[in-house]
């Protein structure tokens, strides 16, 4: 029975899926503390794609026919519909018993069967791996694009040079790019901890039951393949009651908002007037009620405010987590709450901060005036020690200078050269007037010092890994819309970026496709295949365009193929298909492929990003898998190329 409101279907809240044993319902107050619904409703996306998943199982074991599956995964995606377009409400205890109403409201008999075999308590356990999985490769992501915020700063930073600080007080003088990529270096250790999370969070419980397994014998490896995941739980109790994973999540959210609020802290000082290095960004800054001459860096601070939430919710979870016994437990339902803060608090912060990051305007005579003769008074140390006084010697001597200046009201170079050498015979006049802001940088020219080769070398190591593109004039791109970058390439960012695509890049990268399609440049793609295979794809992004893309095409356990290449006409010649070609080459090593092939007719593009041409006679697998349905197999005009990933893979691929 449903009740019509408008043109939304609101369904009956449907009996409790436990009250085979219980005589009544819950005390109205009871219910209210027990029902998780207004919270784990936004699992439904997860809760159908395990239905559709799960469905299929049953056909394995005869719990449903061929008619049975069918109805119950077109009952599945018909409500998946109807709400996203917010045509239905669900109502029931929890997630998992209001779509199970649902779907036996749309196709009765079917959907009765579908809890054969499995508990609520492996149920919302997968569901809760998957959506954490999910969680931290948005996580990732974020993080990249505040990176890549962080890094076109430093580039635009140029030789800038500012003072760096310990305890708030003037240190040494170091590169405005290093202050900047001293922030990357925090986030990219952000990006291996949710890597961690996903791999932590990557194993399938389903099958557990209540706690003890379940009857039912399926393919639990395919069926941990439909749902997004490569391993398996491997113990029923431990399996229904572990969170580690999502504790894991946590934690690492909690570490990326403490990283977050160090940032937030540095840019709301660099903007406060007494530094003024930065103006707070308009669009990311307010004003006063009372003060109108006041500009404040709202957003800076609540990023910094922030990080408490992140980790009182790591908090809270590892506190309902550290006094239960084995298998499920009522408690667990507490994890979901923590999960969505934390995830809605990231998405805030991180969605504002990138953009705030990148509006913000230097000040490049404010910074000037940081650089203070404090900075150098390690340097007029090291300058005795390079003519054997011990340091410790030396840096009793310049802290003594020092005294004697600031007691004076002068800078050291301002005291009568005879109290100087009174102090020590070796502070000249001469030697002060040599201490210099770009020799003391040039000193600390190696890793992981504030030199500017060391600082461009990070820099570049930086826009490399985080696929930021080379501005740079080179020569027009070849037809099939790719091209080999100019050696030639200035320094310049276009402001272009290459990351993963995701579901919502797939109709841009099928109508960037579109034109090469036409020109028998590329193989048709149906956008069909594109959603099925678009973790295979890298996207080149300028704003919010799909400007280029490419895939990685896994052909066997030792081999891969670049496909689909492409560079829209507007984007060439800005190393974009290079860029693109990099990236799918990270992946092939990722996965621990030992050799990489493409079939072109720009050869020399390919060449000038490592690979060599091969005979395609040595490439059987690509043949048989592929070539061999391609409609112009008989009259192909492409030349094989490979890139050895591996030593000896290419004795090893015939």
């Known amino acids: 029975m449903s009740v019509e409101i408008g043109a939304r279907t609101a369904p009956a809240a449907p009996a409790e899926v436990w009250r085979g044993r219980m005589a009544g319902g819950l005390d109205p107050r009871a219910r209210t503390l027990n029902d998780s619904l207004p ?49 239905v409400e669900l109502a029931g205890e929890d997630v998992h018993s209001a779509v199970e109403a649902e779907l036996v409201r749309r196709c009765g008999e079917a959907a009765r069967r579908l809890h054969t075999g499995r508990s609520r308590n492996d149920q919302v356990a997968t569901l809760a791996r998957m959506r954490v999985m999910a969680l931290a490769e948005e996580a990732t992501e974020h993080a990249r694009e505040l990176q890549r915020a962080l890094v076109v700063q430093a580039r635009a930073a140029g030789g800038r040079v500012v003072a760096a600080y310990t305890h708030l007080q003037p240190a040494q003088p170091v590169l405005l790019a290093h202050l900047w990529l001293a922030h990357v270096a925090a986030l990219e250790r952000d990006e291996e901890r949710f890597a961690a999370v996903r791999q932590t969070a990557d194993r399938l419980p389903l099958g557990a039951g209540a706690v003890a397994g379940t009857p039912l014998a399926y393919d639990r490896l395919g069926l941990a393949a439909r749902l997004g995941f490569s391993t398996l739980a491997e113990n029923s109790v431990d399996a229904v009651g572990d969170r580690d994973f999502l504790l894991e999540y946590l934690n690492a959210a909690a570490v990326l908002g403490v990283h977050l609020s160090r940032l937030a802290e540095d840019l709301v000082l660099w903007c406060c007037p007494a530094f003024g290095w930065f103006t707070a960004p308009d669009g990311f800054s307010t004003g006063s009620s009372l003060l109108p001459q006041k500009r404040n860096p709202d957003v800076f601070e609540l990023a910094r405010a922030k990080a408490g939430r992140l980790i009182a919710n790591a908090s809270r979870l590892a506190i309902v987590l550290k006094g239960l016994p084995s298998g499920y437990q009522k408690d667990l339902q507490e994890d979901k709450e923590a999960l969505f803060d934390s995830a809605d608090t990231l998405e805030a912060v991180l969605s504002a901060l990138a953009p705030a990051v990148a509006a913000l305007r230097p000040n490049p005579a404010r910074m000037a005036e940081s650089l203070t003769p404090d ?9 005795l020690v390079a003519e054997g006084v011990p340091f410790r010697d030396a840096h009793a001597a310049v802290g003594r200078l020092w005294a004697a ?6 800078p050291p170079a301002g005291l009568p050269e005879a109290e100087r050498l009174a102090l020590s015979p070796g502070f000249t006049s001469a030697r002060l007037a040599g201490l210099d802001f770009d020799a003391a940088l040039r000193r600390r020219d190696r890793s992981p010092g504030t030199g500017p080769r060391a600082v461009a070398d990070a820099l570049d190591r930086a826009e490399a890994r985080l696929g930021i593109v080379l501005g740079a004039e080179t020569a027009p791109g070849p037809a099939n819309g790719v091209s080999a970058p100019s050696a030639a390439a200035a320094s310049r960012r276009a402001g272009i970026f290459v990351r993963r695509a995701e579901l919502g890049d797939v109709p841009a990268v099928a109508h960037l496709m579109a034109d090469f399609v036409a020109q028998g440049v590329l193989l048709p793609r149906p956008v069909a295949e594109l959603y099925r295979t678009v973790r295979e794809f890298h996207v080149a992004v300028s704003g919010t365009e799909v400007v280029a893309c490419g895939a990685l095409r896994v052909l066997w356990s030792d081999l891969a193929e670049v496909r689909s290449l492409t560079v829209r006409a507007d984007q060439r010649g800005k190393g974009l298909g290079a860029a693109i070609v990099a990236a799918v080459v990270e992946d092939a090593r990722a996965l621990g492929l030992p050799r990489i092939i493409a079939l072109t007719r720009e050869v020399a593009f390919f060449e000038s990003c490592g690979f060599t041409p091969v005979e395609r006679d040595t490439l059987p697998r690509k043949v048989w898998t592929d070539c061999v349905s391609c409609p112009r197999r008989h009259a192909c005009d492409e030349t094989a190329v490979a890139m050895d990933l591996a030593a000896g893979s290419g004795r090893a691929g015939p």
């Open 405 to 410: 200046a600031e007691s004076a009201g002068v």
């Open 39 to 87: 919270v784990d409703r936004r699992l439904w996306p997860e809760e159908l794609a395990l239905t559709r998943a799960y469905a299929a199982a049953l056909r394995e074991c005869d719990v449903l026919d061929a008619a049975g599956l069918a109805a119950l995964v077109g009952a599945a995606d018909a409500l998946e519909v109807d709400l996203e377009h917010g045509r």
């Open 375 to 383: 900075l150098l008074a390690v340097e007029l140390a090291d300058s």
